[in-house]
């Protein structure tokens, strides 16, 4: 399969550096243009997992940032600036960055659709205890990527956004009863499994179970706790809602994320 650095994409390739609250790192591509989501490794551990997807920095076209948890922007200003790359973010985002200094940045407004190069985004806000957090539709002009992670809830508006999507990444954080029983300290047990916090596989599977999946062709659980989850537990989740085997879906891993997918 050729590189998603070798020419013009077709369909919408996706492959994530890395997912967990160790860091996190999206690759998309279509035509002509490639948008790392997220940047939460250093420069070094980016430069390495981008060339496992046989892709350099250069080649990426921007950084689009969810929010401003360390662990989905520790690396985003100096990649920024060592490779003159732009960052978008949302206002509230960048006001709580505003010590950080990035190459560039361009705003953009949750609940407005924009367009980067080739590549159609369509954010959305979620409940999250951050300024103004938000995830992404990403879309070709016919296929379309759903990008779910850092949510306590679930809003109409979620559900509506991600119906009928082709490909959804979807947060299966923790087991609750594991949550529960875990190493946590009792504040951050509350702030996780909380309304503002992370989906838990029994929310990821109700909100998967509603949804228009007609046209889904991959699923994949993402942000997995290492201590408050297992992949077994959350692909369990994710194959009930869908009524299929497990062996049909994945998860992004910690260390590995996932290799290249289209749609």
């Avoid at 979620?158 to 594991?178: I, P, S």
Wanted: proline letters at 4%; glycine letters at 10%; hydrophobic letters at 40%.
């Amino acid at each position: 399969m050729a590189t998603a650095d070798s020419g013009p994409v077709r369909g919408v390739r996706f492959a994530s550096l890395g997912s967990g609250s160790r860091g996190n790192g999206l690759v998309i591509c279509t035509g002509r243009t490639r948008v790392m989501v997220d940047c939460g490794f250093s420069v070094s551990e980016v430069v390495r997992r981008l060339a496992r997807l046989s892709m350099t920095p250069d080649s990426i076209d921007a950084v689009l940032i969810t929010h401003e948890h360390s662990d989905h922007v520790g690396g985003a200003a100096a990649f920024s600036r060592r490779f003159a790359k732009t960052v978008w973010l949302t206002a509230g985002t960048l006001n709580a960055l505003r010590d950080t200094a990035f190459h560039a940045t361009r705003i953009f407004h949750a609940h407005q659709r924009l367009a980067i190069g080739d590549l159609q985004v369509e954010p959305y806000p979620v409940p999250h205890d951050a300024r103004e957090p938000c995830q992404f539709m990403f879309s070709d002009g016919d296929k379309r990527l759903g990008l779910l992670t850092d949510a306590g809830s679930v809003t109409p508006h979620m559900q509506r956004t991600l119906d009928g999507c082709d490909a959804l990444l979807l947060e299966c954080n923790h087991d609750a009863q594991m949550l529960a029983a875990g190493p946590y300290p009792e504040p951050l047990k509350r702030r996780v499994g909380g309304g503002l916090g992370h989906l838990a596989n029994h929310q990821a599977e109700a909100l998967l179970a509603a949804l228009d999946t007609s046209r889904l062709r991959h699923v994949i659980g993402m942000h997995l706790s290492e201590k408050n989850n297992t992949e077994a537990l959350a692909l369990e989740s994710l194959s009930r809602a869908l009524g299929c085997t497990p062996d049909w879906l994945d998860v992004a891993r910690q260390d590995e994320g996932f290799g290249w997918r289209v749609v």
